[in-house]
């Protein structure tokens, strides 16, 4: 009869054959046609090397060539590649315990990939701006409403522990796609909301103050709305020295300029070894290393005579670092429990050797387990898998225009990075979605 052990040798040789490559490297092709402002080329090179996906790799797939197609103007084909790519993140929350039992023999690259927080919820950044592109403000406006959910979901699923508990961005972009709509009583209260994670959770993480644009657009809206003079007397009070207008002509419209700068860092890994005992002990965990920086650039846009400071409102980097080190210990327990069970399998295989030859701790019997060892040290990788054509940083400016074709210039770090025509609306906020390739 065979013993239950004599599995653990072929079945670990099997799942190292099966190992995945590195997903970094295989995206740096598209990456570097992004950082050069090539969006096109960058969908062109991705659907060269990924004409499909495996079901492990699905949701990277989906989420990488929405994004791709959203970036080349393309949002209406973006949009259910992003919502497929919505309802599986959804999906993969859950634990495949054939997945977590592979992952302990080889890596968490045997995993099907679940997405990080802040990836699960630029899915619906995305879709909200793919929605807007097209002129369905309502639709983009529950796209974002989404993002609040599905932070509140996870920080109570991580007993309020992560950092990441809620975002200013998104919550400045619903005040805005509200002014859009009309709805000035939601949109104060989304600029609140903004302020409020603004003040206490970015300045301290990430070194972001709050924006002197979005106090300007409360006192705006809350100085706009009947019967709220308290609460804009309130917030005169406290920002005194805020320059703001208390409304546009009627003739005029403005122009919000979203701008997504650069590209994501990507994962590296983290890796300590050691020889004990005639056995390699390997554990390798993802890490983030941020670039060191000298200061947001300028943001400007112009149109004709007239101009508008812009302000950073995301550092999309600083909070991929930050999600990936909440769950570093998660990280870190996983590799340390791979990493006792391989060295189970090279004792095991040595016991193997021991019953097969009636010889202990023989040379066969210790090369067996060195061998094992070794192929379990092999199979040792970090999960690089991440979304890899995100922005690393987003920064916002607005503008009041007179009505009609405009033609709107933008510029970061002194350097024009877009420039295109925007139909102003009397009344309306019209969107402008534009990358650059960086700042340095």
């Keep these: 009869m065979t013993s239950p052990r004599m599995a653990v040798l072929p079945t670990l040789l099997l799942l190292a054959a099966g190992c995945s490559m590195n997903y970094t490297?295989?995206?740096?092709?598209?990456?570097?046609?992004?950082a050069s402002n090539s969006p096109d080329r960058a969908l062109a090179a991705f659907e060269d090397r990924y004409p499909g996906s495996?079901?492990?790799d699905r949701l990277l797939f989906l989420m990488e060539k929405g994004n791709l197609l959203r970036l080349s103007g393309r949002p209406a084909e973006a949009i259910p590649l992003l919502l497929e790519a919505d309802r599986l993140s959804d999906m993969?929350?859950?634990?495949?315990?054939?997945?977590?039992?592979a992952s302990l023999l080889t890596s968490d690259l045997a995993r099907a990939y679940r997405g990080a927080d802040y990836e699960s919820v630029f899915i619906n950044y995305c879709l909200a701006a793919c929605y807007t592109m097209?002129?369905?403000?309502?639709?983009?406006?529950?796209?974002?409403?989404?993002?609040?959910?599905?932070?509140?979901?996870?920080?109570?699923?991580?007993?309020?522990?992560?950092?990441?508990?809620?975002?200013?961005?998104?919550?400045?972009?619903?005040?805005?796609?509200?002014?859009s709509v009309g709805d000035l009583d939601d949109a104060l209260i989304a600029y609140r909301?903004?302020?409020?994670?603004?003040?206490?959770?970015?300045?301290?993480?990430?070194?972001?103050?709050?924006?002197?644009?979005?106090?300007?657009?409360?006192?705006?809206v809350s100085g706009s709305l009947p019967g709220l003079s308290d609460l804009h007397e309130s917030f005169l009070r406290r920002w005194p020295g805020t320059a703001w207008r208390s409304g546009a002509d009627s003739l005029d419209g403005e122009v919000?300029?979203?701008?997504?700068?650069?590209?994501?860092?990507?994962?590296?890994?983290?890796v300590a070894q050691t020889w004990t005992e005639n056995r390699l002990i390997r554990i390798?965990?993802?890490?983030?290393?941020?670039?060191?920086?000298?200061?947001?650039p300028e943001f400007v846009i112009r149109s004709g005579g007239a101009s508008e400071r812009g302000f950073l409102a995301e550092n999309l980097a600083a909070i991929a670092a930050g999600n990936l080190e909440d769950h570093a210990a998660r990280d870190l327990a996983r590799a340390v429990a791979r990493a006792a069970l391989k060295t189970a399998a090279a004792g095991a295989a040595e016991e193997i050797v021991e019953e097969l030859t009636g010889e202990e701790e023989s040379f066969w019997s210790e090369g067996a387990g060195i061998l094992v060892s070794l192929i379990g040290a092999a199979t040792e990788q970090a999960d690089l898998r991440a979304w890899l054509t995100l922005p690393a940083r987003i920064h916002v400016a607005r503008i009041t225009l007179p009505q009609g074709e405009r033609t709107v210039s933008a510029e970061l770090g002194g350097r024009t990075v877009w420039t295109g025509p925007v139909e102003v609306e009397a009344g309306r906020i019209s969107f402008v979605f534009a990358r650059s390739t960086g700042w340095k």
């Design 284 to 296: 390798a965990v993802p890490s983030i290393q941020l670039a060191r920086s000298a200061g947001s």
């Design 92 to 101: 993969l929350r859950g634990v495949d315990p054939s997945e977590e039992v």
């Design 193 to 220: 909301r903004s302020i409020e994670i603004y003040e206490s959770d970015y300045a301290g993480l990430y070194g972001m103050e709050v924006p002197e644009r979005v106090r300007a657009d409360i006192l705006r």
């Design 134 to 179: 097209i002129g369905q403000p309502s639709e983009a406006l529950v796209e974002c409403r989404r993002v609040s959910f599905k932070l509140g979901v996870y920080n109570d699923r991580y007993g309020g522990t992560s950092r990441y508990s809620d975002d200013a961005f998104v919550q400045y972009m619903i005040g805005a796609l509200y002014e």
């Design 54 to 56: 495996d079901d492990g």
């Design 25 to 34: 490297d295989s995206m740096r092709p598209v990456r570097d046609q992004l």
């Design 256 to 270: 919000l300029v979203v701008l997504e700068e650069s590209v994501i860092p990507a994962r590296t890994s983290r």
